[in-house]
């Protein structure tokens, strides 16, 4: 449903300067199966919905590829891309209070798509009949439905949005931190509801720094550092068993693992072109300060190198029950 290749995303500071923010990322999104991208905060992970929606700043340049039902996004003006929000794809964005209106009531935010997005108009009383439905199955009453946005907390304004995404006939979902501020039990009333769109049918992309998220979700997970993606997968497969250097601090900073926290910086190196991990890692070899770490791709057990420079081994036929290639983007390759 979604591709997207090769995309990069560059911060334009002057004429001779560009800071990149996104590097090479390339992902898929398929319908029925979550996608999430977990990173630190700054990693870049919002830029890349910012560029789904076209809604990056004038001095964001970015090139590659975004291609949604086979239409290169990156190829279509602004006035058709904002034709297709709601309709074909919608933004959960990371900041529920500024994403509502504030001057309408949250029932009538969620009612209006009935009128306006949807090809199918509803009578009144069918419309209220399904928001007070839509609303009840997030922990929300009628009385919230006649509130304004400012009056429910953040909690309550992200569940809104929620039941807008399951109103809306858009076929993708793109959540940015879409439990962010919630409650357990609130969460899980929002992981539920996004299983449930990748359930119907719908592309689902998650943004997080939060890995309870993929955890419950499942599907597929990358782990974005520094605006590049340094290992990605089956969820489970990931998580259960990393490989990255980053990926595996990552998990043990977690309060469960015994709350270890990324030095800022240990190596006494300054990046030099190789791995943007190496300042902060702590299995570092001596190319990973000044050579591009190479991709690697694990399929039943086997490593075989995706860089052109290293050779190209034999690729046993890979079985059609197996789950997709865990990959991965480091000097130590599979058995770091």
Partial sequence: MLEIKNLHISLVENKNHQR????????????????????????????????????????????????????????????AIQHMWGREVFLFPQEPGTALNPLCRSRFQVSEIFKRVCDTRLSRATSRDLWIKLFHQVGLSVRDGKKFPWQLSGGMNQRVLAVMAMAEPARLVVADEPTKGLDPAKRQITLDLLRKM?????????????????????????????????????????????????????????????LHPIPLKI???????????????????????????????????LTVSLNKNLGKPHDPQPNPSEKLPHIIRCHHGCAG
């Fill in 20 to 79: 990149p923010m996104v590097r090479q990322v390339s992902l898929q999104v398929s319908p029925h199966r979550p996608f999430t991208l977990i990173g630190e905060t700054g990693c870049g992970k919002s830029l890349i919905a910012h560029a789904i929606f076209n809604l990056l700043p004038p001095e964001m340049k970015i090139s590659g590829c975004l291609r949604y039902l086979g239409r290169n996004l990156l190829n279509c003006s602004a006035r």
């Fill in 198 to 258: 990748s359930d119907m049918g719908k592309g689902l992309l998650v943004i997080s720094h939060d890995l309870e998220v993929p955890r419950q979700l499942g599907g597929d997970l990358a782990v974005m550092y520094a605006g590049t993606i340094m290992e990605s997968g089956p969820a489970d497969i990931v998580l259960n068993q990393p490989r990255h250097p980053y990926t595996r601090a990552l998990l043990k900073a977690l309060p469960e693992n015994g």
């Fill in 267 to 301: 190596n006494g190196h300054t990046f030099q072109g190789g791995c943007l991990f190496s300042p902060r890692c702590k299995s570092t070899l001596d190319q990973c300060f000044h050579l591009k770490p190479p991709e690697y791709t694990m399929k039943s057990g």
